[in-house]
Structure formats: structure tokens, C-alpha cells
């Protein structure tokens, strides 16, 4: 039976992974703390653990991995802190805002020896298990083209405040795409432009939507567009798809297109009732299974690094109008 | 009015048959091939040949329909306007910006009127489109996803194949969503593009494009000539207001055909029927304005600027960096 403790429930998927943690037999939800003590005490109320206040005690309280999901710039302050108390951790993504806080939360872990993982759910979505393994299987030959999309709602609150979050959509949904792609085709990024702003929302004060173009090793083309485009009206949080155009055929996924279309009067939107896999089980089961087993997490560090460097470019990028080497 | 169509492989029966639709005579369809020219022609009572600049001077005709290759499209348009006819021109207007200049000064100097086929203007769930935002529907438009395209085109000869005469899927396909994008949206300042334009081993292409409007608007552009079967157009346009999406593949008609006893259905053809097709709507339009009335809903100048769009995307995808329009 793996401990863990969730550090932080100012990110909304701390909920999603603590009724995983609920979930699972073979984990149990320790304790959370969190710098906000009413909403840290509220959210061990409703997954039904205790809270502690103060976090060198909630570190010292027997855990054998925590889940950290503060607003992005405390990441790092927390995984430091975490790791010195040889904690295993699972790391929200993005893992940092900048490259340098991203490198020093590996190199933290790595100097205390213990497991570091970065939350890239998607890796556990079935249907995008399964290009992975469409693509391993050589069936459809050499890889040419992906265009991909991240949209989702305009989360609010910290996200939209830049010294918490260190950007907008092109911050937040970035990521997920730029690992999905690394991880199916085995190769890095080299090169990013990225055009972004401002766009569908009046006074966010920062970008909520990006449109990037990539180039990975082997001159595979990408391109993407990352987003807080979803209306309030819409009927889901968003989308994660990706066309891959390959020599011998297409490959197209709508990763949580499983879903039911229902018409309630009390919402007055129609809504899509999601009837997939749970990809944040797969998450936090192999997440737990590393604890247990004192062993380097499937979804790593370095992965999260990755991603940040990508996502960092195409800041760069924005702002120079200009191609830049990842 | 009397109408010669030119090049009567791909577009130009359709076209023939519009025109017909519309109140005019097909009087004549050349083609290189004389036996293709023939074979449209005899559905109209048409003459038939093979002289495609003969067929420009003949007195009786009053309109040409231009339904040739890309390429040669200018040198078609530039003998009909010196033979004072007016000229109905199939999209891309030209291969290059210049040859689309030097189209539009013919046409001035001869004091024809010319019609470039720009045919999503008048595609109902375009236009449905263009109302809905008119009318405020998704608020302040920010950023627009125009998706077009299947299988890679036959075409005469395979001329669709070769990259320089047909510009691929960004020239040949792309070009409607690039002209709608100016319609609705106004001018794009700058372009960066990735296009795959692969010959071997196999034809394909695939084009991902983004523009920025003038305006601020961020415009994706995705066409793909990379699919083995089919053909999707999806539309998505996000405001500070809400979203319009839409999906060809989601059409109110679908027909399955068994092909022998016991079988399952061999082939599913979507359909999507309108009273009146697009296709009829722009000759309707070229009509209008050849009666003296309004002017067409698609300038010369329009058909310019998005071979110009078009240019700009294929130069970035080649130079790797952004194009400034």
C-alpha cells in the first residue's frame, strides 16, 4: 500500500487524480496540504483525509510519494522540498514555466534519489495507445505530417495571472501534444514558430490561444494550435487530436471522442458525457506502482523538461516572429 | 449568350451544364484532346475541337469558360479578352501573381468583364457561416480553422502531379479557404507554412498553414492531397462570444448500394443536396453582372490577391520562415 499526499489543490486535476487515488486499492490518500488552508481543509473534507497545515510536518508524515499540483511557478519550490524529504513525485505539467526551474526540479530529485514524474495523462488514453502502437508497427511506413490540436475552456483564476502561471493557453496546452509526439515517434523537436495572442477573450491580459509550427529530427512536420477557444456554452472542457499523414495512410484520433450527447434543461448547452478510459488512472496507478516499487516512473522528468523547452521556444518565437531551434 | 468551354477533362462538362442551367448556349468545347471536347460537347449539341485558341475568335461566341490547367490559364484569358469576349475563369486565377496581373490588364484594355471561379463564396454553409458571424453570433471573431481536402487528384495527364504547373494542395485547394478568409476576415499581413508536396513514393501533400489577418485574427489553414480516399471540409471560427463549427462528413443523406445478394453495402455515398448548386450560383452571379447590373461577388482583384495569399504559403513553406503579404 502506497502513501501519498497531494501538495497544492489550486490546479483543478489535483480532484481527478485524489478520487484515483480513492479509487485504487493499493494507494491511499494520506494527507494534503496545501498554502491555501481553506481550500486545502475543504478538499480533504470531500476525499475524505486529513488535512495538515503545515508542510514540513506533512512531509514527515510517513508519505511515500506526493502529487504536486500548485500553480506552475511553485512547482519547483515544492518538488525541491518534496525531494529532500525523499519523497517520490508526481509533477502537474507543465513541469516549469522556464527551462531553468524544469532543470533544477530534475536535478533536485536526482540528487535525493528519488522517482520524478511529470502528469502527461494522455500517455494512458487507449485511443492514443493505440497510434503509438499503429505507428510502432510500421504498417504505415514512414512518418510525414501531424496536425494537432490542444482547445480547452479559459480555466481562470491563477491561470490567467501570468506570475503564477508564467503564460496563457499556449503555457497550458502546449505540452500534452509536444509529449504525445515525442513519446509515439521516438524523436525531439528541433525547430518552433508560434504565432499566438490575445484572441477570443476581452481582458485575459495574455494569450489564449497558439498557433505553433514544428519540425522534429527527420524533418517531420507539426503543427498545432493550443487554446482556451471553448465557450462557456460549449459542450466540453475541449479536445486533444492529432492527423498523422504517413506514407502508407492517415492516421486520425479524437482522444475523448467517446461520448454520449445529452440535452438538459437545468444546463440549457447540450453537454458530451465522457464514457472512455479514465486516462488520469493510468497516471496515478503507474504513479503509485513506482513508489511501491521504488523504481523511475514510466512518464520522467526529463519528458516534462521537454515539453517546457518546446513550449519556452514558442514564447520566443511570438515574441520575435521568428523561427527559433529548440 | 453563346459560351466555348476550354478544357473539358476536369470542371468543364459541370461547368457546361451550369451555363446551361443559367439560360446560356454551349456552342463549343475544345480541348487538346479532340475526343474529350467531343464527349462534352455532344451532351450540348456543341461544336467540337481541338483548336482551343481557335475557338476564342469565333464570332457567335459571346463568353468563354476557361476550364484548363492552372498554368495556362492566362494565356487563355489574354486571347479571349483580345477577342472581346468576357470570360468565366476556374480557379487558381493564375499560377503567379504576375500572370494574374497581366490577366487582369488584358481584360481592362479589351473592356471584357472576367469571372474568377471562386466557388465557396457562394457554398451555402459558407454563406450560413458569414451571416452567422455578420449577425454577432460568436461575438469578436480571434481565431478561424478552415480544414479541405482527400485523395490527390487525377487530372489531365496527371498535371495536378506536377508541383510547378498545379501548386499543390496550397495552390490548387487551399486557395478557396485563403479567398474566403479574405472575404469574411479582410487582408492577412503575414504567413508561415509547412507543406509536405512529396513525389515519391507516392503522390501526396499536405499543407499547414497560418496566417495573421490584419486585423489580429489568427487563421489555420489545413489541406491535405495525403488522404487514400474521401474528401472533408470542416470549418471551425471562435469569437469572445462563442463557436461555429462545421463537418461535411455529417450530411443528412447517405446511400448504400448492395452489390450482390448476401453482401454488405460495397460503397457509402454522403450527400449533401441544396436546391440550387453552388456551381449554378456563381455562373447565376457572372450572369447578373454581364446583364449590367451588380458586380459579381468576386472581384479579379479578389482572385488575385489569393493566388497572392497562396504564393506567400508556398514561399514559407520553401524558405522555412514567415512571408510578409
Known amino acids: 500500500m502506497a502513501k501519498i499526499g497531494i501538495m497544492s489543490f489550486a490546479h483543478m486535476h489535483a480532484n481527478g487524480y485524489a478520487a484515483c487515488l480513492n479509487e485504487l486499492p493499493e494507494a491511499e490518500l494520506v494527507a494534503v496540504w496545501d498554502d491555501n488552508a481553506k481550500r486545502g481543509r475543504e478538499a480533504a473534507k470531500q476525499y475524505g483525509t486529513s488535512f495538515v497545515g503545515d508542510m514540513d510536518r506533512f512531509l514527515e508524515s510517513g508519505l511515500d510519494g506526493v502529487i504536486v499540483t500548485s500553480e506552475n511557478v511553485k512547482h519547483r519550490a515544492m518538488v525541491e522540498a518534496a525531494a529532500a524529504a525523499g519523497k517520490w513525485v508526481l509533477c502537474e505539467k507543465p513541469l516549469a514555466t522556464t527551462v531553468a526551474d524544469a532543470k533544477a526540479i530534475i536535478a533536485a530529485c536526482k540528487k535525493a534519489e528519488v522517482g520524478l514524474s511529470t502528469a502527461f495523462p494522455c500517455r494512458f488514453s487507449p485511443p492514443l495507445i493505440e497510434v503509438r502502437d499503429l505507428i510502432e508497427s510500421g504498417e504505415y511506413g514512414v512518418l510525414y505530417a501531424a496536425n494537432c490540436t490542444n482547445n480547452g475552456q479559459c480555466p481562470g483564476g491563477w491561470f490567467a495571472q501570468e506570475e503564477l502561471s508564467g503564460g496563457g493557453a499556449t503555457m497550458d496546452h502546449t505540452v500534452h501534444v509536444a509529449d504525445l509526439l515525442r513519446w509515439m515517434t521516438g524523436r525531439e523537436f528541433t525547430w518552433v514558430y508560434c504565432e499566438n495572442g490575445m484572441l477570443v477573450h476581452d481582458n485575459l491580459g495574455m494569450d489564449d490561444l497558439g498557433s505553433l509550427h514544428m519540425e522534429m529530427e527527420g524533418g517531420l512536420k507539426v503543427s498545432h494550435t493550443a487554446s482556451w477557444s471553448r465557450c462557456k456554452s460549449f459542450p466540453a472542457w475541449g479536445d486533444v487530436t492529432l492527423e498523422i499523414v504517413a506514407e502508407k495512410g492517415v492516421i486520425a484520433v479524437d482522444a475523448f471522442n467517446q461520448k454520449l450527447d445529452v440535452y438538459n434543461d437545468n444546463a440549457m448547452k447540450a453537454e458530451w458525457a465522457h464514457w472512455g478510459s479514465n486516462p488520469d488512472l493510468g497516471l496515478v496507478k503507474e504513479f503509485v506502482a513506482s513508489c511501491d516499487e521504488r523504481r523511475a516512473p514510466s512518464v520522467t522528468g526529463l519528458d516534462g523538461l521537454r515539453a517546457v523547452e518546446v513550449t519556452v521556444a514558442a514564447y520566443k518565437s511570438a515574441k520575435s516572429g521568428r523561427v527559433v531551434k529548440v | ?325
Open chain 2, 1 to 325: 449568350m453563346n459560351v466555348a468551354i476550354i478544357g473539358c477533362n476536369g470542371m468543364g462538362r459541370m461547368h457546361a451544364q451550369m451555363a446551361v442551367n443559367c439560360g446560356f448556349n454551349v456552342v463549343a468545347c475544345a480541348d487538346l484532346e479532340l475526343s474529350t471536347a467531343r464527349s462534352v460537347a455532344s451532351g450540348f449539341d456543341a461544336d467540337a475541337t481541338d483548336d482551343c485558341f481557335g475557338v476564342l475568335t469565333r464570332p457567335d461566341v459571346d463568353v468563354v469558360g476557361i476550364m484548363t490547367p492552372t498554368p495556362t490559364h492566362t494565356e487563355y484569358v489574354v486571347a479571349a479578352a483580345k477577342a472581346g469576349k468576357h470570360i468565366f475563369c476556374e480557379k487558381p486565377f493564375g499560377r503567379t501573381v504576375q500572370q494574374c496581373k497581366e490577366a487582369i490588364a488584358a481584360a481592362k484594355k479589351a473592356r471584357v468583364k472576367l469571372f474568377v471561379g471562386h466557388v465557396v463564396r457562394y457554398f451555402q454553409e459558407f454563406e450560413a457561416m458569414r451571416a452567422q458571424v455578420a449577425q454577432g453570433k460568436v461575438g469578436k471573431v480571434g481565431f478561424v480553422r478552415l480544414y479541405r481536402g482527400g485523395i490527390f487528384p487525377a487530372g489531365q495527364s496527371g498535371w495536378f502531379r506536377d508541383l510547378e504547373q498545379s501548386g499543390g494542395v496550397t495552390l490548387d485547394s487551399m486557395i478557396h479557404d485563403f479567398d474566403w478568409l479574405r472575404y469574411v476576415f479582410g487582408d492577412a499581413d503575414r504567413v508561415f507554412c509547412q507543406a509536405l508536396q512529396r513525389t515519391v513514393p507516392n503522390h501526396v501533400d499536405y499543407s499547414m498553414a497560418t496566417f495573421r489577418m490584419k486585423n489580429g485574427i489568427i487563421a489555420k489553414v489545413i489541406g491535405t492531397w495525403a488522404h487514400p480516399s474521401g474528401f472533408r471540409v470542416e470549418a471551425e471560427i471562435c469569437g469572445d462570444q462563442g463557436i461555429i463549427q462545421f463537418n461535411s462528413d455529417d450530411t443528412p443523406l447517405k446511400a448504400m448500394k448492395r452489390t450482390a445478394p448476401g453482401a454488405g453495402a460495397s460503397m457509402i455515398v454522403p450527400s449533401s443536396p441544396v436546391h440550387t448548386s453552388p456551381y449554378q450560383l456563381e455562373w447565376e452571379d457572372f450572369k447578373v453582372w454581364l446583364d449590367g447590373k451588380l458586380r459579381a461577388r468576386v472581384t479579379p482583384e479578389d482572385a488575385l490577391e489569393a493566388v497572392r495569399m497562396a504564393t506567400a504559403a508556398l514561399k514559407s513553406a520553401e524558405t522555412g520562415k514567415p512571408v510578409k503579404l
